[in-house]
């Protein structure tokens, strides 16, 4: 059995009470329009512009200092958790669909579940 994988999300996370003055610098430092301001109706997700060959950029408002990580989408997230860990990744926390990992660098990101469709151009393929 296989699965795929890629780059999918950079996410700034935003240590902030008003994610709102912060998409709009990101939106203006990096030239793309805004998406969506608050994604989900809680302030916590925004989305800025990006072409379909890009990855997706995220603000997520965090409790955690600020920081960025990535994202990597996957059509099986736990077969691609279990590869990550067999390269000396971590699993630290199963939130709703998706894994919080770490790297041996100490780097968190996550793996989560296909964010566009098509997968793209740069689409990798895992036996299992």
């Not at 109706?41 to 200092?65: C, F, N, W």
């Not at 958790?81 to 660098?105: C, N």
């Amino acid at each position: 059995m296989s699965h795929h994988s890629r780059l999918s999300t950079f996410v700034l996370d935003c240590n902030v009470d008003d994610l709102a003055p912060h998409v709009e610098f990101w939106s203006k430092a990096l030239g793309k329009g805004i998406v969506s301001a608050d994604q989900d109706g809680d302030g916590k997700y925004a989305e800025l512009k990006t072409e379909r060959d890009e990855p997706i950029l995220l603000l997520q408002r965090v409790s955690h200092p600020s920081r960025i990580h990535l994202d990597i989408e996957a059509d099986d997230v736990d077969a691609e958790a279990a590869r990550l860990e067999k390269l000396g990744a971590k699993r630290i926390e199963k939130v709703h669909t998706w894994w919080v990992m770490e790297a041996p660098s100490g780097h968190r990101f996550c793996v989560v579940r296909q964010q566009r469709t098509p997968f793209g151009p740069h689409l990798n393929a895992w036996n299992d």
